[in-house]
């Protein structure tokens, strides 16, 4: 972080200057603690615009006009930092992220005045503001043509045109990776960042500075919700047989690497699920659920997620009678429910990789790797809970946006278990 001394010089050196393509000035003004001026629209086109470019500063408290430092009162600081972060969350789709920071600069009589500095980097996604699409052109914002923002999709891979699990992460830097982490996948004598680069879990931006991936985030970070809002797993396992908050009995965020993620909603489904009984004439555990199906469910849903659509996270709902697992996103390229169990196809190709190569299984799984990469995942998730539960899994999609995996519990009353023991 640029420390306070030089931040002061390089604002009274670029007030000097003007407006530019990386730099806003806006005059604030406050009637009854509310700011009045500039608009709150206004303001979220102009975040959502260096957002959507190369990022950019937007210090209030300057008159854009005349460059005049006018500043803002002390007692209205506040104020702004909280219309600041309301706007960015609330008129900005999909929220963005903004750092703030509250500094004195000189007027043109050498009196201090408080401003608010705020920095805006590049986005890893496409920002829409109130009034449309916007990027920065010079000094002003513009309203993106159709043509642009379509390429801008592209290239920010929303439209699935380049793969989202290698692109760079903004504003994340080697710092934010996690020494207990990284350890798995250093080895021999290249240089650590080398090492990383070929992994495609760091790369460099267009200044030449080193930033994590979407897979680096995921894999070398203790939260990447931090970084990516939508990267975790929820759990909830209810007593009944439908979502009913009055009934909800154990709840969990799973919001680790995503290798722990897996581990941790397994873990919570272990905890969650009956284990019922019979004697035949020993004992006969009955489980609701195939755990080695679990675990593949898991870990596809994780591991073939898209990452690019921002508020969707998988959910992993227990409920009295069966498991839902819904993955946000629909099935990559030419896939369909139909055509799962015969055909594989990764939307993640670089995490997938490394997951099947670095990363080993749950003991339960009786699996060496968490992927293995054979193609089984979806015929053993089908085969091995309906051989238990009697019942197929079902596959549902919904506007290309979710699927959603419902594997039904075995019960004494209902299971594969009994008759086998029978035919023996």
Known sequence: MINTTDLVRELVYQIRLGEDSAYEFKAVTIHDNKVTKPHRDSVADELAAFANGNGGVLLLGVNDKNRDVEGIELEQLGNVELWLTNM?????????????????????????????????????????????????????????????????????????????????????????????????????NLPDAMQLKKLYL?????????????????????????????????????AGTERNAEYQVDAQDCDGPVDEQIQQAFNFVKRNMRVEAVKRPGRIDIPQYDLGAVYEALVNAVAHRDYAMHGA?????LFSDHLEISTPGGLPNSLSVESMDANS????????????????????????????????????????????????????QTDHTELKLTIYAASRESNGLVAQFDDE
């Open 345 to 396: 196809i990764s939307r993640n190709e670089t995490l997938v990789n490394l997951l099947s190569r670095y990363y080993p299984a749950d003991p339960v799984t009786r699996r060496q790797n968490v992927i293995e990469r054979r193609g089984e995942g979806v015929p053993t998730i089908m085969a091995a809970s309906e051989r238990l539960s009697l019942r197929r899994p079902l596959y549902e």
């Open 313 to 317: 996270r998988v959910r992993v709902h």
């Open 88 to 188: 960015a969350t609330q008129a900005i789709d999909p929220p963005l992220s903004i750092e703030t920071r509250l500094v004195e600069i000189p007027d043109h009589q050498g009196n201090a005045k408080p401003v608010v500095w705020i920095r805006v980097t590049k986005s890893l996604f496409v920002h829409r503001s109130p009034h449309g699409y916007f990027h920065r052109v010079g000094s002003s914002k513009r309203e993106m043509a159709p043509e642009l923002l379509a390429r801008m999709f592209q290239q920010r891979s929303m439209a699935r045109l380049i793969r989202f699990d290698e692109q760079l992460v903004p504003n994340t830097d080697r710092d934010d990776i996690d020494p207990g982490l990284v350890a798995r996948f250093l080895g021999g």
């Open 202 to 238: 760091l790369l460099e931006d267009e200044n030449h500075q080193p930033r994590l991936t979407v897979t680096g985030v995921l894999l070398l970070t203790r939260r990447p919700a931090s970084f990516l809002s939508s990267a975790y797993v929820q759990c909830v396992a209810y």
